[in-house]
């Protein structure tokens, strides 16, 4: 069943057909939610520096962030200042103007001219090459798997951190064994050492910025996804896809939920089943690459909801259970091993990390990994709920409210493109939250829960487009004062 483009007209959250004449009280709202979520992060930081004025109770150097406070510049500094002015002036232009290949090849290419030049204000060394070759990194256990089939099978014997025998790497004892294997199976085709991992971790996870317009133009019609365009190449998460193999991560989940959008929208059941069977297969190495990834059915649903069909779902199954076999097979246990990770995080800095701060203080990351545009347009995202739900409860014999009264309206109607755009970004808060209260989530979630804070710049299309470009720079200011003030983590 296809989707077709329907552009989505008139006032309240969605973007002016007028060209955005937005005014004072319309911007009122958006500027009080993004002032709120910045002096919330300032609030987390400043408590954190509080808490940790005689001890090091948080266990991160520069609370909420894993960061050092240390103001710098660096060869990327010009070539950053230059990408967010071109995105800033010219990004919104182009996004409506460029054929719909072109604007995907372009945002492509432009979100890893942001990234590599972001990455490169720390330098080369510090901030490409040796990224992923420092201690607790991936590179470091290369060795170990010089014959892949024994380190496979006992993976799980050096999970925990008082293994008879030598323990795994921080990171690699954090996650599945799919994760250190991506790297050594580059080792072994001839592409080792750090840059070449770093190169490869920057351009998949770039390429989320496909899978995000792809998904959009599905769902929610290809004008929102155009608007959304500029935000997602330009967003603050850049800072840590350059260099953190979450982002690498997070491409693969967002090509999963991409294929899946394909496969639910598909009129031919060919096309469903190749859709659906990939969309699977990425799910299920989505898992192997990180435990936290599980959480992708909660924005796997709600595409499917939005969607309006279960039709996928078989061949998603059947995709997922071949990767879960090929594993298994290899002599790899999910299930046994997220079990032993468990220990490991509360014999690590996990079980003295305090759940009270970093409830709140993973929260506030998002504020600065996602941006603030993010914030005003969830904002909108959130305001269009009550009118949409009320609408749907009366099954349409009332006129929806006032608040969010654009989507209720369409809502009201059936919609689906209007109720995509408020369920999709709800489905990523949701893994989120969940993640949040699990416990297993303190401190790092700027680039652990980039597989779900990098959809969210595109609520900004919900923005009037008038203030596009005004919001692009408050995105690319955050990103490049995280890069220039604080040395991050990754």
């Not at 950053?80 to 002036?89: C, Q, R, S, T």
């Not at 190449?233 to 693969?252: N, R």
């Amino acid at each position: 069943m296809s989707l077709s483009p329907s552009p989505l007209h008139g006032a309240g959250p969605h973007p002016p057909a007028d060209g955005g004449r937005a005014t004072s009280s319309d911007r009122r709202p958006d500027l009080v939610a993004a002032g709120a979520a910045a002096l919330f992060f300032l609030v987390m930081a400043g408590i954190g520096a509080w808490l940790q004025r005689d001890s090091y109770l948080l266990k991160s150097p520069w609370p909420p962030l894993e960061a050092w406070w240390r103001p710098h510049a660096g060869p990327g500094t010009p070539l950053a200042v230059i990408v967010a002015v071109l995105v800033i002036g010219y990004g919104p232009g182009l996004a409506a103007r460029l054929s719909w290949r072109g604007l995907l090849w372009s945002a492509w290419a432009t979100a890893m001219a942001w990234t590599w030049s972001l990455a490169l204000v720390d330098g080369w060394q510090r901030g490409i090459a040796g990224r992923l070759t420092v201690s607790g990194e991936y590179l470091t256990e290369i060795s170990r798997f010089r014959d892949a089939g024994p380190a496979v099978r006992t993976f799980t014997d050096h999970i925990l951190a008082d293994s008879p025998d030598h323990h795994w790497a921080t990171h690699v004892a954090g996650h599945p064994v799919g994760a250190v294997l991506t790297y050594v199976g580059l080792d072994r085709i001839g592409l080792g050492g750090g840059a070449v991992a770093s190169a490869f971790t920057i351009t998949v996870g770039t390429s989320l910025a496909l899978a995000v317009l792809l998904t959009l133009r599905l769902l929610t019609g290809e004008e929102r996804a155009r608007a959304a365009a500029p935000f997602l190449v330009l967003t603050p998460g850049a800072v840590w896809v350059g260099v953190s193999a979450d982002g690498y991560f997070a491409a693969v989940a967002a090509w999963a939920l991409a294929l899946l959008a394909i496969a639910a929208t598909r009129a031919s059941r060919w096309g469903t089943a190749v859709a659906g069977l990939g969309s699977g297969v990425l799910f299920g190495a989505a898992a192997y690459l990180s435990y936290g990834l599980a959480l992708l059915v909660v924005p796997g649903l709600v595409i499917l909801l939005c969607a309006r069909t279960a039709r996928p779902v078989p061949y998603m199954l059947a995709g997922a259970a071949a990767v879960v076999a090929a594993f298994t097979a290899a002599g790899f246990d999910w299930w046994e091993a997220y079990g032993l990770l468990k220990t490991r995080y509360y014999q690590g800095y996990g079980g003295v990390r305090p759940y009270s701060y970093w409830f709140f203080g993973d929260l506030a990351t998002v504020v600065v990994s996602a941006g603030l545009a993010s914030v005003a347009g969830l904002r909108r995202t959130l305001a269009a709920v009550p009118g949409g739900v009320r609408a749907w409860w009366t099954g349409g014999n009332r006129a929806p409210v006032q608040t969010g009264r654009a989507l209720g309206a369409r809502w009201q109607r059936g919609d689906r493109q209007a109720v995509a755009s408020v369920l999709l970004p709800l489905g990523f808060l949701l893994a989120m939250l969940a993640a949040d209260l699990s416990g297993m989530s303190k401190a790092e979630t700027e680039r652990i829960w980039l597989p779900f804070t990098l959809w969210l710049p595109a609520t900004a299309a919900l923005l009037p487009r008038r203030d596009h470009r005004a919001w692009l720079a408050a995105q690319a200011i955050v990103a490049l004062l995280v890069n220039h003030l604080l040395l991050t983590g990754w």
